[in-house]
């Protein structure tokens, strides 16, 4: 274990999140993994994708990751992240800057960066709050939805990476060109380099999201959504009627219907749905096919015969 560390030191980081504690001597990656509850093959392709062992051939190591033990450590780096490395590198950054009122450059700054801290916070909680919940649900054994997939929780969150990464660009661009040369530019400096090598973890933990991670969740989910299909009785002929009222509606559109009548614009139904607001127009195109319905007082009418809203849920 002590020979990876020595060869590349960001697997300290990848030791720390998986639980596994310094002092382990001699041992091999598989007895300190064991002696620490991890699950060695999954420690390996973590370790694999990060150096670039696995690049290229990352389809090649999902058979052996486990996505509960992958899920606990992205879970822990979001921890770090949040709770450690952005708080500490702004107690740097105050020292390194003159916070005083004269000095606006430096304030912009400060607040420039609390931004970025906030993106990322809220990036990390979306995935905690929507992609974790959606893959405990598999981890359980059953499907969150019928029209829920990783796939279009995946969607936001592949944007949100490309958002964080122009955000950190921009902070350390500011800093780099506009801070006045009058400062302590070795604190300054140092601070910077705290920003580069967060950005460059960030970046390890973004791709392995995207690669990796999602590949095996993709792979469970696959697994479950057969595993539930064999499973299940053939449904009955009252079951298929219930199924198809109204007019064939899925859970989802159902859930866009309710939302329209209630007066939310597609913008707030998207961000209410975790969806893209072009998938809100496509699923209201959906609703208009089904139920030969255009205008919203229409549907707003349809909805209330059939059920699906309340009278007092309505906006009029």
């Known amino acids: 274990m002590s020979d990876i560390i020595h060869d590349d030191y960001r697997l300290l980081q990848v030791i720390s999140r998986f639980g596994i504690s310094l002092g382990f001597g001699n041992q091999s990656v598989q007895t300190a993994c064991e002696a620490a509850g991890v699950h060695t ?5 973590v370790v694999n994708s990060i150096t670039g062992a696995g690049h290229g051939n990352v389809e090649a190591l999902v058979p052996q990751v486990s996505v509960a033990e992958l899920m606990r450590y992205l879970q822990r780096s979001h921890s770090y992240f949040v709770d450690f490395r952005l708080p500490a590198i702004r107690r740097k950054l105050i020292e390194a800057i003159d916070c005083s009122a004269k000095n606006q450059i430096a304030f912009l700054i400060l607040k ?12 990390m909680d979306y995935e ?12 359980d054994g059953k499907m969150p939805g019928a029209d829920d997939s990783y796939g279009k929780l995946a969607h936001q969150h592949h944007d949100n990476h490309s958002s964080l990464y122009k955000s950190s660009d921009e902070l350390k661009s500011i800093i780099v060109k506009y801070y006045p040369s009058d400062s302590d530019t070795q ?6 380099m705290d920003i580069y090598i967060m950005e460059e973890d960030l970046f390890s933990h973004c791709q392995l999201e995207d690669t990796l991670f999602a590949l095996a969740v993709e792979r469970m989910e696959q697994d479950v959504r057969d595993s539930n299909a064999d499973a299940s009785p053939a449904p009955s002929a009252a079951d298929e009627a219930a199924a ?3 007019d064939g ?5 159902k859930e866009v219907v309710r939302l329209v009548v209630s007066g939310l614009s597609n913008k707030e139904i998207a961000e209410r749905m975790f969806i893209s607001t072009n998938t809100v127009m496509t699923h209201r195109r ?10 919203s007082a229409a549907l707003t009418i349809y909805a209330i015969v059939n ?5 007092d849920e309505v906006k009029v």
Do not use: C, M, W
């Open 41 to 45: 093959p999954t420690f390996l392709a």
């Open 286 to 295: 959906n609703i208009a096919r089904k139920t030969q319905v255009r205008s």
């Open 249 to 253: 509606l899925s859970e989802r559109e």
């Open 112 to 123: 420039f960066y609390d931004e970025y801290a906030a993106e990322v916070e809220r990036h």
């Open 307 to 311: 059920g699906l809203v309340n009278l």
């Open 187 to 192: 604190r300054l400096a140092d601070t910077l």
């Open 244 to 246: 198809a009222l109204p």
């Open 128 to 139: 905690n709050q929507h992609i974790h919940t959606y893959v405990q649900s598999l981890l």
